[in-house]
């Protein structure tokens, strides 16, 4: 019986898996994204997210651990030197998974899975908007410019009430 084991297998013995999943790591980390089916990609997030974590402390503990998952010291330098310099800040999420549709010949679900932030495209996407609130929460005679948030109150002539007297008066002026 499967109790308790809720990752995915993959349908891989244990070393295959944990050999196909420290590739896929070094591949993601030298090419920043890689395209794969989707449980692939979900399997490769838990496992490499604690290694891309590590890289935040340069120390020799962490480098020597990262090292014993992924057995290249290429891949472990481009992650401590360049990665780690953008990752800094992030608290954690530093992949992204993107679904791309199903492969032609077995209908698998493919995606690509990337460092966050290493995609231009979506980061120039992302500093060009603009948020602006435009919710009216009361019914006030004040009208809110569209670019700034100083309320500008509207500038009608008051109306004077007339009395019975002006009123009778003016027709008998004609």
């Known amino acids: 019986m499967r109790h308790n084991k809720k990752f995915n297998h993959l349908s891989r013995t244990k070393s295959h898996r944990d050999a196909l999943l ?8 030298m090419h920043k994204r890689i395209f794969t089916t989707l449980p692939k990609a979900k399997a490769l997030r ?3 997210e604690p290694l891309i974590n590590r890289a935040k402390n340069d120390c020799t503990a962490n480098r020597r651990l990262v090292f014993s998952y992924l057995q290249n010291k290429y891949a472990v330098t481009e992650l401590f030197k360049e990665i780690s310099q953008k990752i ?5 999420g ?3 998974i993107l679904k791309t549709g199903f492969r032609k010949g077995d209908n698998a679900q493919t995606c690509f899975i990337e460092l966050v932030d290493y995609n231009e495209n979506m980061l120039k996407a992302a500093g060009n ?3 602006t609130s435009r919710t009216r929460r009361s019914r ?3 009208t809110v410019k569209a670019e700034g948030t100083e309320p500008v109150v509207s500038q009608e ?3 004077v009430e007339e009395t019975k007297a002006e ?3 003016a027709p008998k002026a004609e």
């Open 140 to 142: 006030k005679k004040s």
């Open 94 to 96: 530093y992949t992204r």
């Open 157 to 159: 002539t008051p109306v």
């Open 129 to 131: 908007e603009k948020k």
């Open 167 to 169: 009123t009778e008066e």
């Open 22 to 29: 420290a590739n896929m790591t070094i591949s993601l980390i």
């Open 88 to 92: 800094a800040q992030r608290e954690g």
């Open 46 to 48: 838990v496992y490499a």
